[in-house]
């Protein structure tokens, strides 16, 4: 059983930004040796989000943009009490969104739509160094 | 330790069908072997979502007409300008929902309440036919 | 391998109660003897939720009266016909939110954010007697 773990750095550019992380994701699983197993995806910190969308343009806007609608940045939260940091919308975001991510693994790829990516969402209200944890755990060739 | 991963067809009738997957999941995780551990069900796909409910006739019409609510099907989405499919919504409420889902396994049986069901829940506008990729993995008899 | 499982029993005060579980999650951690892999933390039930937020008491208050935004009390649901409990909007948050959560294992430690912490939110109409259940999965020392 192999259990192999990477931490992926990603510098985002703001509130609403998103960042396809298929690629890196799949290179961890590679680097790893595991053939069939899963690969868990999770963001370390509480205004960020992972999960799958299809990656392209349109949807790039829609998201950040219907996230703001469900949770508008100009509204009152008792969050802001707390730290006046004024992002208690960027923290109801990404705890609804989720932090983490479960995708399977076979013979050694994710498995994973053809219109089916891996993204990271920014969903604080300034640029952040964003790390992402990747573990996968599984069996290798046998 | 053990691997065991196998894809569940499901045929939807089309926008907010709810199906449920306990039964079949259930039938992988026997078929396996595993009796400590954890079954992944994830959906191949970015327009459909799982997750657990008290699958009973009244939340399967609430479910998706409240996730019509959130992300309403006759809206303007920028997702509509890269393939002109409009299914914008459908795509949002999928990533909300999540494609990803952990189960607990105990003495070879998913870990679950009384009232609480494995569902798919179809996003996309017409009937498709969805593929759900169940990944067990842990210990045997030991 | 290890696979190390426990349940955690919490016993919430009413709709909208939070519980801080991190503690008590890398206890469990520590118990399992697992260095590398993941803990899966899963909410046995369908009308309460777990997810990672900043523990604080201002997002106590937010994360609550926003869930209640989305799907209100008040509201008509067809739920309700089925075993009048009245409990719809319940249903829906718990299962927005999602039961299952993964977390990865490093060192013997959960891998979480300074400001991020594993909550429990009790989304039924009265108090609860919960159970979480923990997997923990990995391997030890090597």
């Not at 989000?49 to 949770?71: H, K, N, S, W, Y």
């Not at 969050?79 to 006046?84: D, E, F, L, M, R």
Request: hydrophobic share 35%; aromatic share 4%; net charge negative.
């Amino acid at each position: 059983m192999i259990v192999h773990q990477q931490v992926l750095e990603v510098a985002t550019s703001g509130h609403g930004s998103m960042h396809d992380l298929t690629d890196r994701v799949q290179q961890v699983v590679q680097s790893s040796g595991v053939k069939q197993g899963t690969a868990t995806v999770f963001h370390i910190g509480s205004t960020a989000a992972v999960g799958t969308i299809e990656f392209e343009p349109g949807l790039q806007q829609d998201l950040p943009r219907e996230m703001d609608r469900l949770f508008p940045p100009g509204e009152h939260y008792a969050h802001h009490q707390t730290w006046h940091d004024h992002n208690g919308h960027s923290h109801l975001q990404a705890t609804l969104l989720g932090p983490s991510l479960v995708v399977p693994v076979e013979q050694g790829r994710l498995v994973l739509g053809t219109w089916q990516q891996v993204f990271l969402l920014e969903c604080d209200v300034r640029p952040r160094q964003r790390r992402v944890h990747v573990t996968v755990m599984g069996v290798g060739d046998q």
